[in-house]
């Protein structure tokens, strides 16, 4: 790509930027640069400047986007509060994210190949027969990814600046410039909180997670979310071992009444977690329950970091307002059932920037609210019937013990199997075979007599 120092300085008169950020806008100019189309309304920028773009939050959405818009021609500014952040999440991602993000192996702490789904009668299903011997579900850690993918944009060209956002103004007039407002931390200038500074910029792409200030200045209105709770817990080398390839996941009330506990394995621990979204104040207990479900495998292990962070439910009403506009959980990209959230967070991210960079014609014309939108519709096109299809899902078997009891008998079978491990793995709704679509059918409502016919005798037995 073109370098983008040049267009800094040309500008320089009319838009104030971090120093920071002045001094990296160099870098990349071995990067490929995109080339794309403008439409025909979109005004032309003054000779010599770019388009500017700030990312706030530097997590996969973030650092996605921003690579993707540098690698594009567009200044680009990443406002990230904590470069060492570790966000609690358990850290799975699907085997295209390594080849269409172009991973490194070494990025993946463990390839797992099993999966054991413990009912809350502790009855165990054993999930992974059905892999290829090349696939795998990759365990990550949020604060390696992450790093990783904000070092990418920086090589890319993108700025990255280490500051807690506050807010933005908008411009007075079309086509005018926003003001971002924000804490620039600096160890040598000695102040405790940061420095408010401010600069000026085209656009805005908000990666700030759920808690997401860039989605509150804009109005995009709120959601319901869960609350993950993770403990990473440094187990003996013997009971290491053992989740080698594999991960667990428990269902129950016990561990939660809407979501799932899990344990998951890192490079040299494991995390132990849960969730849920109706009950919250009780997410400890829910944890303590997950905790005992999986005492065999962790006893003797020894806790080195407690972890906790709002998880959203469902997309915000809205996404988009004039050149502002929402990327991975800032925007609620998180699937049900599931609760699946880095994939979609890096690939929104880089689909924004991709039509950023498309509706500028590479950082060379203003972009409008009508650019942004395109991701939007592109982004639902692709993934609205994975959501909605996590939706029902857990609206079926997380809603009783019973149900979860059938979810995890159905989980056996070799045909559900394959087409859950296809549609995660890949990222797409696989169309099943009819004939077996509606054994899948039949078996389905015979776990759910099944697992009622069992409650209830338990019941009796209770009273």
Known sequence: MTSLSSSAAA??????????????????????????????????????????????????????????LAKGGVETVLIERKLDNCKPCGGAIPLCMVSEFDLPLDLVDRKVRKMKMI???????????????????????????DAYLRSRAEGAGAEVVNGLFLRYEAPKEPNGSYVVHYNHYDSSNGKAGGEKRTFEVDAIVGADGANSRV????GAGDYEYAIAFQERVKIPDDKMKYYEERAEMYVGDDVSPDFYGWVFPKCDHVAVGTGTVTHKPDIKKFQAATRLRAKDRIEGGKIIRVEAHPIPEHPRPKRVAGRVTLVGDAAGYVTKCSGEGIYFAAKSGRMCAEAIVAGSANGTRMVE?????????EFDRLYWPTYKVLDVLQKVFYRSNAAREA??????????????????????VVPGNPLDDIKLAVNTIGSLVRATALRREMEKVTL
């Open 11 to 68: 500008a320089r008169a009319t838009f104030v930027m971090p120093s920071s950020v002045r001094g990296g806008m160099s870098r990349g100019r071995r990067m490929a640069r995109l080339v794309t189309r403008a439409a025909a309304s979109s005004p032309k920028l003054p000779s010599g400047r770019r388009l500017r773009v700030a990312v706030v939050g530097g997590g996969p959405a973030g650092g996605a986007a921003a690579e993707a």
């Open 119 to 145: 009912s809350p009668s502790n009855v165990a299903v054993d999930i992974g027969g059905t892999l290829a011997p090349h696939e795998y579900i990759g365990m990550v850690r949020r604060e390696v990814l």
């Open 215 to 218: 989605a509150k200045d804009m």
């Open 369 to 377: 609210e009508s650019d942004l939108r395109r991701y939007l519709a």
């Open 407 to 428: 979810f995890v008998e159905m989980c056996a079978d070799d045909y559900v199997q394959r087409m859950t491990f296809d549609s995660y793995l890949y990222k797409r």
